[in-house]
């Protein structure tokens, strides 16, 4: 108990002060920002700080600060430690400078602001390996909230029939102003995802059936999963995400002043963290052990699990907050995922989205291919949603990494991205050296070259920053 309530202390402390230091080196001034200069009324439009906040939140969040959690959990409490310092050190420190840096490229995506900051190849790599990335997390957000409705309505409702309506929802959501749908629904789904986390946190503090285990350093996950590197993949939006450089451009086009962006970026980010925090201290609480909580998510999977805890925990309104939450969240997130890829892929081709002919050009075929990747596995879709995810939060770490040295008033601060880019450069290279849907090598190949990758990025980086300080 005492672990998970200090965690919860140092999240807050981490936005009050690193998220200030990380402003501070970003030095945020009183511009006109792209919502103001160039609101087309579609994509670019002013939005006030309290609901960008919101929109941001569910923008980023989906369940997965519930799902990636829970599945963290199965390695026990020490997952706490990644879940409080990845977030404050490398996931909102990512997350504000992917929006802030998108505010200062009138809203570019990070595919467009790899290029401007790494090289044309690399916008090249990035269009194709973000577009990806989101069609698998459309994807993957599409097929969750889908089964959990077909085994809540009568049977001639299946799956199936979910998806298709999902998917029209989706059309909806991609092509409309983001002000109709999106600015609407967003901030009450935001709200209910937070009650959601209030109201577990409650139960398990004050009620007597649960115990929150204190941190220890030790693995306890019953597969025999190594902590490094699967532990950093799995939990993946509950701390670090790369999927959040696609979606923080977005509200990069409708927040009206640079100094909102610590609350919007960094907060959101921050407040995705304590979800995380909490939900991973509920799956190892609400069972005791983490072989059942494994045992739980493969017989029942993780939208299952959810709504056993709620409904447990919380009685009849818990399941209807489950219910709402293991639905509504990741088609919040899913319908942001394809409405940023149709914004890349106009950036790509040239086609100006004020148009709904050119908008319905971009969204049609984007959302078909989604519709024919809901028939894979969707465990298998999450693992490769899970390593690209954070491969790409590599990526976007060291684009911003680039802009500090080049902008910065001290070049030296670029260390800020630098050093969590290395890390998560290491991580994503072991893992897919190792994993079952990379190379399969072992521990003793993977580990080392994972490694010698990592230093080998940080090398070229002090050249570069040496060169700067000349």
Same mark, same amino acid.
């Given at each position: 108990?005492?672990? #998970?309530?200090?965690?919860?202390? /140092?999240?807050?402390?981490?936005?009050?002060?690193?998220?200030?230091?990380?402003?501070?080196?970003?030095?945020?001034?009183?511009?006109?920002?792209?919502?103001?200069?160039?609101?087309?009324?579609?994509?670019?439009?002013?939005?006030?700080?309290?609901?960008?906040?919101?929109?941001?939140?569910?923008? $980023?969040?989906?369940?997965?600060?519930?799902?990636? !959690?829970?599945?963290?959990?199965? #390695?026990?409490?020490?997952?706490?430690?990644?879940?409080?310092?990845?977030?404050?050190?490398?996931?909102?420190?990512?997350?504000?400078?992917?929006?802030?840096?998108?505010?200062?490229?009138?809203?570019?995506?990070?595919?467009?602001?790899?290029?401007?900051?790494?090289?044309?190849?690399?916008?090249?790599?990035?269009?194709?390996?973000?577009?990806?990335?989101?069609?698998?997390?459309?994807?993957? #957000? /599409?097929?969750?909230? @889908?089964?959990?409705?077909?085994?809540?309505?009568?049977?001639?409702?299946?799956?199936?029939?979910?998806?298709a309506v999902i998917l029209i929802y989706y059309v909806l959501a991609t092509l409309l102003?983001?002000?109709?749908?999106?600015?609407?629904?967003?901030?009450?789904?935001?709200?209910?995802? $937070?009650?959601?986390?209030?109201?577990?946190?409650?139960?398990?503090?004050?009620?007597?059936?649960?115990?929150?285990?204190?941190?220890?350093?030790?693995?306890?996950?019953?597969?025999?999963?190594?902590?490094?590197?699967?532990?950093?993949?799995?939990?993946?939006?509950?701390?670090?995400?790369?999927?959040?450089?696609?979606?923080?451009?977005?509200?990069?086009?409708?927040?009206?002043?640079?100094?909102?962006?610590?609350?919007?970026?960094?907060?959101?980010? $921050?407040?995705?963290?304590?979800?995380?925090?909490?939900?991973?201290? @509920?799956?190892?609480?609400?069972?005791?052990?983490?072989?059942?909580?494994?045992? !739980?998510?493969?017989?029942?999977?993780?939208?299952?699990?959810?709504?056993?805890?709620?409904?447990?925990?919380?009685?009849? !309104?818990?399941?209807?907050?489950?219910?709402?939450?293991?639905?509504?969240?990741?088609?919040?997130?899913?319908?942001?995922?394809?409405?940023?890829?149709?914004? /890349?892929?106009?950036?790509?081709t040239g086609l100006d989205q004020k148009s709904i002919r050119n908008r319905l050009v971009?969204?049609?075929?984007?959302?078909?291919?989604?519709?024919?990747?809901?028939?894979?596995?969707?465990?298998v879709l999450w693992r490769y949603f899970s390593w690209s995810n954070q491969t790409l939060?590599?990526?976007?770490?060291?684009?911003?990494?680039?802009?500090?040295?080049?902008?910065?008033?001290?070049?030296?601060?670029?260390?800020?991205?630098?050093?969590?880019?290395?890390?998560?450069?290491?991580?994503?290279?072991?893992?897919?050296?190792?994993?079952?849907?990379?190379?399969?090598?072992?521990?003793?190949? @993977?580990?080392?070259?994972? /490694?010698?990758?990592?230093?080998?990025?940080?090398?070229?980086?002090?050249?570069?920053?040496?060169? !700067?300080?000349?």
């Amino acid at each position: 108990m005492v672990s #998970f309530i200090l965690a919860l202390v /140092i999240l807050f402390f981490g936005f009050a002060v690193y998220g200030r230091l990380t402003e501070k080196i970003f030095a945020p001034d009183d511009r006109k920002t792209p919502a103001v200069e160039l609101n087309d009324g579609v994509d670019y439009m002013p939005i006030k700080k309290w609901k960008a906040v919101l929109i941001q939140l569910l923008n $980023i969040a989906g369940t997965g600060p519930i799902f990636g !959690a829970l599945m963290g959990a199965c #390695f026990g409490p020490v997952v706490f430690l990644w879940i409080v310092l990845g977030s404050i050190l490398g996931g909102a420190v990512h997350d504000y400078m992917s929006g802030m840096i998108s505010e200062r490229n009138s809203g570019a995506s990070i595919a467009q602001l790899s290029g401007k900051y790494l090289g044309k190849p690399a916008m090249y790599i990035m269009r194709a390996f973000s577009v990806l990335l989101l069609l698998l997390t459309g994807t993957v #957000f /599409i097929t969750s909230p @889908a089964n959990l409705i077909a085994n809540m309505t009568p049977k001639a409702l299946s799956g199936s029939f979910w998806i298709a309506v999902i998917l029209i929802y989706y059309v909806l959501a991609t092509l409309l102003p983001i002000d109709k749908l999106i600015g609407k629904l967003y901030p009450f789904f935001g709200i209910v995802l $937070i009650v959601m986390a209030v109201s577990i946190s409650g139960a398990m503090i004050f009620l007597p059936d649960y115990n929150i285990p204190e941190i220890k350093l030790e693995n306890l996950h019953t597969n025999g999963l190594p902590i490094w590197p699967y532990m950093f993949v799995t939990v993946a939006c509950g701390a670090i995400s790369g999927f959040h450089s696609t979606q923080s451009p977005m509200m990069a086009k409708c927040i009206t002043s640079e100094k909102h962006g610590r609350y919007v970026f960094y907060g959101a980010m $921050i407040l995705e963290a304590v979800i995380a925090l909490v939900w991973a201290a @509920a799956g190892i609480a609400f069972y005791g052990e983490t072989s059942l909580l494994n045992a !739980a998510i493969t017989e029942n999977g993780q939208s299952g699990t959810v709504y056993e805890i709620c409904r447990k925990m919380l009685g009849g !309104a818990g399941g209807v907050l489950a219910v709402i939450g293991v639905v509504a969240c990741p088609i919040t997130s899913g319908d942001t995922a394809f409405r940023s890829a149709r914004l /890349i892929l106009a950036e790509w081709t040239g086609l100006d989205q004020k148009s709904i002919r050119n908008r319905l050009v971009i969204t049609v075929p984007l959302l078909s291919v989604g519709a024919v990747l809901t028939q894979l596995d969707f465990n298998v879709l999450w693992r490769y949603f899970s390593w690209s995810n954070q491969t790409l939060a590599m990526i976007a770490l060291w684009v911003s990494t680039s802009y500090l040295m080049q902008n910065s008033k001290n070049c030296r601060y670029s260390l800020i991205t630098a050093i969590p880019g290395v890390f998560m450069s290491a991580v994503s290279m072991t893992y897919i050296l190792m994993a079952k849907e990379g190379f399969r090598l072992s521990s003793s190949v @993977a580990y080392p070259v994972g /490694i010698v990758f990592a230093v080998s990025l940080f090398a070229v980086y002090a050249v570069f920053l040496s060169k !700067a300080r000349r």
